[in-house]
């Protein structure tokens, strides 16, 4: 879905857990910076993510650099492949930076945690399942981000320290579009704008708290990575989230 001339959502299909959704990956590219790629899909997707930029007319060598929003797999999946593919720099906030760099198991993927959610699969599927996380995907990131930073690419760009989701969950603001790169803080369902899955998130107060922060940006349209866009009033239901979510106090980052 094209959002802007030289953005769009590239709306890839995945299958996880034996179920089918579609995420929703923002590409932003022009001549003076080259491509940018926020997210980067899940294990094994580098051949979806490549047609998904040749579609926009993008070759994949010339990906710059790829923005995670946080560690989790679906975020992070393809982005080691990625990189031997292009070289593209990787960006990540601090506190994910050990998970997505392999040096910590990552906080959805524990044990326990996870053999919980094995539970409510086919038996069919449950091999497969230990099979694909019994070799968590990895990457290098090479400009770690503590929150707050400005970027002059595609018109400015603002890294928004959102926590909660994850430790060092961070949205992306791109200035000249009044839009809004979500990651997990926000999702579409059903068209309506919603805060974070209180069954992903394991800090739920954390990550409603943070959307104190997206309410005092100009927004004119939301790209979430499960549900895709949105741009119906997005400020006042930003705001209206944040008033009536967990928390409400405006968490530290450092």
Same mark, same amino acid.
């Given at each position: 879905?094209?959002?802007?001339?030289?953005?769009?959502?590239?709306?890839?299909?995945?299958?996880?857990?034996?179920?089918?959704?579609?995420?929703?990956?923002?590409?932003?590219?022009?001549?003076?910076?080259?491509?940018?790629?926020?997210?980067?899909?899940?294990?094994?997707?580098?051949?979806?993510?490549?047609?998904?930029?040749?579609?926009?007319?993008?070759?994949?060598?010339?990906?710059?650099?790829?923005?995670?929003?946080?560690?989790?797999?679906?975020?992070?999946?393809?982005?080691?492949?990625?990189?031997? #593919? /292009?070289?593209?720099?990787?960006? +990540?906030? %601090?506190?994910?930076?050990?998970?997505?760099?392999?040096?910590? $198991?990552? &906080?959805?993927?524990?044990?326990?945690?996870?053999?919980?959610?094995?539970?409510?699969?086919?038996?069919?599927?449950?091999?497969?399942?230990?099979?694909?996380?019994?070799?968590?995907?990895?990457?290098?990131?090479?400009?770690?981000?503590?929150?707050?930073?400005?970027?002059?690419?595609?018109?400015?760009?603002?890294?928004?320290?959102?926590?909660?989701?994850?430790?060092?969950?961070?949205?992306?603001?791109?200035?000249?579009?009044?839009?809004?790169?979500?990651?997990?803080?926000?999702?579409?369902?059903?068209?309506?704008?919603?805060?974070?899955?209180?069954? #992903? /998130?394991?800090?739920?107060?954390? +990550?409603? %708290?943070?959307?104190?922060?997206?309410?005092?940006?100009?927004? $004119?349209? &939301?790209?979430?990575?499960?549900?895709?866009?949105?741009?119906?009033?997005?400020?006042?239901?930003?705001?209206?989230?944040?008033?009536?979510?967990?928390?409400?106090?405006?968490?530290?980052?450092?």
């Amino acid at each position: 879905m094209k959002l802007a001339e030289h953005v769009a959502d590239l709306e890839i299909e995945a299958r996880f857990f034996g179920a089918l959704s579609v995420i929703h990956p923002v590409l932003l590219w022009d001549a003076r910076d080259g491509a940018t790629l926020v997210d980067a899909g899940y294990p094994g997707q580098l051949p979806d993510i490549e047609r998904a930029l040749g579609a926009q007319g993008v070759r994949l060598g010339e990906l710059k650099r790829i923005l995670l929003t946080h560690q989790d797999i679906d975020h992070i999946g393809s982005a080691d492949p990625l990189v031997a #593919a /292009t070289g593209a720099e990787v960006f +990540a906030h %601090a506190a994910d930076t050990p998970y997505i760099q392999g040096e910590k $198991r990552l &906080v959805k993927m524990d044990p326990a945690r996870f053999e919980e959610r094995l539970k409510m699969l086919p038996e069919a599927l449950r091999d497969q399942a230990r099979l694909m996380v019994s070799s968590l995907p990895t990457v290098k990131v090479t400009r770690v981000l503590r929150g707050g930073e400005h970027f002059p690419l595609h018109g400015g760009i603002d890294v928004i320290p959102t926590p909660g989701h994850t430790p060092g969950h961070v949205c992306y603001y791109v200035r000249s579009l009044g839009l809004l790169i979500a990651g997990d803080a926000l999702r579409v369902e059903n068209g309506q704008l919603q805060g974070p899955s209180p069954t #992903a /998130t394991p800090d739920l107060p954390a +990550a409603f %708290a943070s959307l104190h922060r997206l309410s005092t940006l100009k927004i $004119r349209s &939301v790209v979430c990575y499960h549900g895709g866009f949105f741009d119906s009033a997005p400020e006042a239901r930003i705001q209206e989230l944040a008033d009536s979510g967990p928390g409400s106090t405006t968490p530290s980052l450092s």
